[in-house]
């Protein structure tokens, strides 16, 4: 299969890695040269265009930032569907709004063009170690068709349901995990305040099973902040998940909100965000 991947960044760059170790033939695109550049060392061949990538690839694979990145992708002047052939599956790897991947589906559909809601699941750790989680939606033909590729980075592809389910699903797991994030930092503060070690805290929140994977991770990084605060690397990397983290929560927040949802930690954990990073207050 002919594959192309648009998207390099944190974690579209080791899942398109992933794809030409695998041996498929993969094309590949972003602004930046630098992965492109990485690319082009493990075998892919760097496009010149959107339009190149869809010329080459009947799976075509976008991981950008957002809702108006990826109508870039896909609608622009040069986009992956103005060029595609009939026939040519898209997955959309980005964490979007559940409505921007279904008028995207409707208008790849008018083209002939199958566009997948798939987002994904277990940041750049987990997909250096091929263990992301797919949540799949859309043609059940065209998800089975792309399931190889998606292999090359999963542990799991799991199917949602119909358009939109995938993003619906993303939006609820990032809710949990932020909301998680929250609790390890408030958690930790109060227990260190009390003079309990944090080991201790971390050795029963293990064993009885409170702390995920993921807040334990978290809490690696809280190390990192308080021990090296003035660190400016760290600091920019911080910024950058917290513009994440509001721009998943401020998505989820609106989605909510069509379906007449109210969602009060959510809000407050939209807000808490920039502390649980550490970029404002203790």
Request: proline share 4%; net charge negative; with cysteine.
């Amino acid at each position: 299969m002919r594959v192309g991947f648009v998207g390099l960044g944190n974690i579209g760059l080791p899942m398109a890695r992933n794809i030409a170790s695998a041996g498929f033939a993969l094309t590949v695109f972003d602004l930046n040269p630098a992965p492109l550049h990485e690319m082009a060392r493990h075998g892919a061949r760097v496009a010149a265009s959107l339009a190149d990538v869809a010329h080459a690839a009947e799976c075509i694979g976008v991981c950008v930032r957002d809702d108006a990145q990826v109508h870039q992708v896909l609608t622009g002047e040069t986009g992956v569907l103005h060029a595609a052939a009939p026939g040519t599956v898209v997955a959309v790897h980005s964490t979007i709004r559940p409505r921007t991947v279904v008028a995207l589906a409707a208008a790849g559909a008018a083209r002939d063009v199958h566009v997948l809601d798939v987002p994904i699941t277990g940041g750049a750790h987990g997909a250096e170690a091929r263990t992301l989680c797919y949540m799949a939606a859309g043609d059940a033909d065209a998800i089975e068709r792309c399931r190889p590729v998606f292999a090359t980075s999963a542990s799991h592809v799991v199917l949602t349901g119909g358009l939109g389910s995938g993003m619906a699903t993303k939006l609820a797991n990032n809710l949990m995990m932020y909301l998680g994030f929250v609790a390890a930092f408030e958690a930790t503060r109060l227990a260190v305040r009390a003079g309990i070690a944090e080991d201790v805290l971390t050795a029963v929140t293990q064993a009885n099973g409170v702390l995920t994977r993921p807040m334990l991770a978290y809490l690696g990084l809280l190390k990192l902040i308080d021990a090296s605060p003035q660190d400016a690397a760290l600091r920019q990397q911080l910024e950058r998940f917290t513009d994440l983290a509001d721009k998943d929560l401020a998505i989820t927040l609106e989605y909510a909100a069509e379906l007449g949802v109210t969602l009060p930690a959510a809000a407050a954990c939209r807000q808490l965000m920039p502390r649980v990073y550490g970029l404002s207050g203790s």
